[in-house]
Structures are given as structure tokens and as C-alpha cells.
């Protein structure tokens, strides 16, 4: 066991994944590494905005693997997310071939040898080349694999999630009329959750668990310098460590790192030296999204700048 | 090493983490990856296999903490670190006073736990602590009374008899050497038993815990002892959360079925019957309605804090309740059970009602002038109470019209049927128009009372 590097590879994987603009912590490069080696899926959950589909997009492009997105929702089912037959096709060329048929069957004596000999030419029609392959299937067929991204399965019905069962555990997929259909190349798997319903044993059971919450603030501050390089050291210092302070309050919907990075944004758009009670007034919808929220935490703005630039001098 | 991560597994089972044959292989080709060098590493390792929750990750987390911490032993060996494991944080008690200086030549002749005591090697006591340990299957621990025979036991399988026939024969030959060799085992003998203690913290945590609150659901309610009402109350709590994981998922109505043909002829009949429009036949699910009633008298006054707590339970379970308690006279309370925590909820209605006398017949009439209108067919009326009235006035015949007008009408009663009829109880009276009568006097009753009620809606 001692020919085995695992922490280099995993710092491998930080970084890969740091020169897409995905600040990874330990434990998320941990499940790629590992989801890699031992080929299982990654079922991400945590609040929404905290990077779970960045991570899938950010692997894809450190890895240069085509992304398959499969967005689950409220009734989503076998035809929409495996495979379809193309019935208008396969009409079509019933009658294009009606006449051939007719050419075919014409030499048989009786309706039983007409039968037989059409026996012969086995299920053309359900064949390979009438099937519309949807995202799951699509990504089995990647010949140099593929970064498979469910999007919040949560959305989905439980009936569906055992659909997945078979694909999540051994990457193959079974079509009654073709066989079944195994990964060229095993794509990698990324499920996302918002938690909104309790997800089956048995789809948890096929998949690395990954919880991401909110970021450390060191963690975030360098998320937000390689996601916004433009804001100076000393403003993003404050806004994060602000943004830490107004987590800590009773909230309908807590802001994550996309609304860190949506307000760092901002405050370089109008040029904010620092952060100042006006500005951070102003700005305030940016961050929350309801206005409940925003009246909570309006009388907490001052004290919360203070601590942030408090913090600043003496960290 | 296998063996310590079987170890790991069934200590993490015992902080109740749910570990399937499976996930333990997965995790197990995990760590086969990421090897055992990097402590971090592996800890997110077994985090992202194992556990399957947040809280499973933070019990998980724990327990990983105390199964692997242990005291850097000096210059360790990396292939018997986590052999050693067992020995964890007792090192320092096999630390015997005395100095270390001669005695090596007169060790000669000795059994080895004696020379190996004598010689002082941290390490290679640890060592053998770990083999005894395994080979008296420590990881069996169960019950703490157990701890005297696996401490018993690990030391046998050191060869203490040798050592004891060691230490007879030098207190002839060389006292000093015997009394340095007696301090040595008395620290071997507290490093066992920390070792034993801690096994039990690891193995023996969720039998324990099993045990106990096993006990605790068919202990009757009214004769809880003070210090177990907390762990009751949690015990409820987990109850309430089973019946709410069982019940409240988002049922869809059934979208495929029979076709029915009345209503797809008379769709489709501006096409000349040809049916474009198809129309299917739906099953029909009532949701559930409860109105519970909940004596808070006096005699029942040590029971009411868990109908109460169920109740408020129930309100998350199932949208349409509606709670009412009484004693001498009878209150709605689903705003106060809705609004607030179980504790403040249970302290407001005490002091609003609680602890009176009771009166059922008058309860029965505050609630038939006041929320008749709350009970439909498809309700369920729930009445918590021992049906001892003082020997007013019943009003049984209030209770027959709610019946009459209900679904049906559930007496949870946390008295034994013996006691039914006996002195000033009603219950006979009551008992004939109830569609079900159930003692309901222990935890255990109670959650099989409520299951059952919430099943029949399902």
C-alpha cells in the first residue's frame, strides 16, 4: 500500500479543477478522485448556489469530456431521459419499403412461407438506427466518455430514481427489444439534490455521498478572487467575511457563493472602494431574494460592516 | 488490517450509521485507493462512502475520531500503527514508576509478559494488548457488565499464570525485581481496562442503547421516573419522526388505470364517439382529518406530556388536525401546538387547562356547542383519557352524535382494562360507541395507536 500517492493525486485534482475556476475543498476533490477509481457516482447535495452543477462542469472541462445534462423534473420518464422510438420514421419507411416487401414476399407460395421469410429479416424496424437516444443513453455511447450530470433528481418522481438504478450501478442500460446497452467508456456521474424530498436507500447506496455547505471564508475569498479578479484584496476580505456574519442569521433562504459572486460583481461594477452602509443598503437585493429577508437583516447592516472591517485589520 | 476496518464498521454501525454488506465493500475498494497514509483523506474517505446523511456523516465523523485517536506512539512503525490501535489513549497509564536501570540480566528465566514488562517497550505492549484483545474477540463487547470478564479474559491470553508463577518465585529470589514487576502489572492491568471501557464505547453503544429504549417503550407512561422523562420525550420525538417518514410523503393521485368509458363516450361525443380525448377512472383518497381530544386532568396528568408531545407530533404529520384539551372544561389548542416548540406548547396548555378535576360530560358539551361543525365523515376523533369523570353527569350520549357524525371514533385509554368501570370510570359507557378502544399506557401502545389511524387513510 505504500506505492499508493493518494494525496498527490488528489491535490492533482484541485488543481485540475482550479484552472477551470472551481475552488474545490479537500473533501469535494477527495470524492473526485475517488469517484474516478472506483467508477461510482457522486450524489452532491446542499443548499441551492453552492457549485453543485459548477463541479460537473468544471470536471468536464478539466478533463475535456463532452457534458450530458439531464435537468430532472416533476413527471420526467423513460421516454424523455433513456431512449424514444422514432415512430415517424419508422412509418416512413414502412411505406417507402411497402413496395420491396411486396418484392420480397412475392416469390412465397403461402401466407406461412410470406411469414417465414419475413421472420428472416428479423426486427429491422426496432433496430439500432430507429432509436433516439435521450441524455442517459447518449452518455453510455460516448466513446471517450463523458461527464454525466443529473440535475436534481430531488425534482423528480421516486418512480424514476429506480429507472436509474441499473445505470448508476453497473453503466448499462436494457432495451427490451435491443438487449442491453453497455457504457463504451463509463462515464463519470453527477447527481445533484437540493434535498427537497428524501431520496431512496437504494439510489443512495450506488453513490459516493457529498454534502457541500457554505464555504469557509478563506475558502470563499479565493472563490470569489478566481471567479471575479477585478475586486481588491482588502473589499473582498470585508464582503466575505459580511456575507459570514448575515449566514448567521434566521433566514428564509440563506445567500450562497453564486449570490458571493453575483455581489462581488456589483461592487466592482459601481466601483466600491469599500464596503459602506449606503452601498451595502443598495446592494442588498442582490444577495437576499426575499424581501422578509431583506428587512431582517436591514437593521443588522451597520453592525455586521463593522465587525467585517474589524475583522479586516486585525486579520 | 481488514480486520480493524471490519472493526471500524461495526463501531460505526454502533453510532448508528446504517452500513449495508455493500457499502462496506465499496468502502473498503475506497480505501484500497486511497490507502491508510493520509488520516484526513481517509476520514473523507469513509465520510463519502459510508455515510449516507448529514447526520450519519457528523455520527460517522465522531466515531472515526474515536476509534483512530491515539497518542503518537514514539518512532511508530507505519505497518503496526493501526494495530495499536486498541491500546489507544492508555499508553500512558502502562507507564509503571520505577527505574528502568538493571534487572535485564536477572529477567532471564522469565516468562515473556514478564520480560516484556520488565523491558518497558511501549510498543510491544501495545501490541500485545491489540493480539489479546482479538483473540478474546473484545470487539463482542456488548453490555458493561461485561467488562470484568473481557479485561479477565485479554490478560489470561497474555499469559498472566506464568506471570503470577514468576512473580511467586522471585519474591523468594530477588524481592526488588518482584516489586518492580507487580507496579508493571498493576499499569498493565488499567490499560486493559481502559482499552475494555473504551471497546465498549465503540461496540456496546447502540445494544445499549437498544436495550434501553426498549425498556423504555413498554414502561407504562404514568410510572416514569423523573430522570427517564427526557429520554422518553426523545424516544416519542423518534417515534414522531418514523410515523412522519412513513406517512407524509407526497402521495400523487394514480394517473393510469382503468379507462372509463362512461365518461370517454360522453367526452368524446362531439367526435362521434371516436375517442381522441380518453378518460380514466381515478381512486379516491380521503385525506386524513383528526380531531383529537386530550385530557390534561390531574389523574392523568403524568400521561397527558406524551399525548400532548404525539399530538404535536401529529399536526406535522397530517395537515388537517385540529386539538383540543380539557379537564374541567374544554379549549382548542391546534394554534398553540402549531405555533410553538413541544416544551412551550405543553407548559401554555397545562397552565390553561391542565391539572383540574375533570369533567367529562361538560368537556363533551363546550365541544358540541362550540366545534361540532369541525367533525365530517371523513374524520377521525381521537379522545386521550382514562374516562374518570368524578362521577358527573357523562354525557354519553354527546359522544354517540360524534360518533354518529364522524368516521370513525378512537378511545386511547392509558388505564389497564381491569380498571375500566371500576370507581368513577365511564369507559363502559363510553366504550359502545367508540369504533376502537385501545389501552394505550406505554410507548410502544401509543405508536401502533397512532400508525394505525394514519394507516387508514393511506
Known sequence: MADIRPSASIEAVESGLAAQGYIASRQIATAVYLAQQIEKPILVEGPAGVGKTELAKAIAAWRGMKMIRLQCYEGLDEAKALYEWKYAKQLLYTQILKDKLGEVLGGAPTLEAALNQL??????FFSKEFVEPRPLLQALEQPAGCVLLIDEIDKSDAEFESLLLEILSDFQVTIPELGTVVAVAPPTVILTSNSERD?????????LHLHIGFPEQKLEERIVESRVPGISQA????????????RTLDLKKLPSVSETIDWARVLVLLQAPELGHEMVKDTLNVLLKYEADIEATMPQVSTFIAKASRQNVFG | MRENLHRFFRAARGAGVRLSPAESIDAMRAVSKVGFADRTILRDTFLLTLAKTQDEKKALGDCFDLFFDQPEPQSPPEDRKADEQDAEGSNGASDSPGDASGGDEQAEGLGQLAQMLLAQDRNQISAAIANAASAASLPDIRYFTQRGIFSGRILDQMGIQRLRDDLDNLAATNPALAERLTNALDGLRGTVRDTVSQALMLYGREEAENLRNEILRNAPLSRIEPRQVDQMRHLIRQIARRLRERYSKPRKRQRRG?????????????WGGV????????????KPKIVALCDVSGSVARVSDFFLLLIHSLHEVVDDVRSFAFSGHLIEVSDILESKSPEEAMAEIMSKVGFGSSDYGNSFDDFEREWMNAITPQTTVIVLGDARSNNLDPRADILRRI???SKRLVWLNPEGRMAWGWGDSEMPRYSTFCT???QCATAKQLERAVSDIVASYQ
Open chain 1, 199 to 207: 431520496l431512496g436507500d437504494a439510489l443512495k447506496r450506488r453513490c
Open chain 2, 403 to 405: 360518533a354518529e357524525r
Open chain 2, 275 to 286: 375517442p381522441f380525448l380518453t378518460a380514466w377512472k381515478r381512486r379516491h383518497r380521503d
Open chain 1, 119 to 124: 421472420h428472416d429479416f428479423g426486427d429491422v
Open chain 2, 436 to 438: 376502537v378502544v385501545r
Open chain 2, 258 to 270: 382503468h379507462l372509463d368509458v362512461r365518461r370517454t363516450i360522453r367526452r368524446n361525443a362531439a
Open chain 1, 235 to 246: 473589499l473582498r476580505k470585508q464582503m466575505v467575511s459580511f456575507i459570514h456574519e448575515v
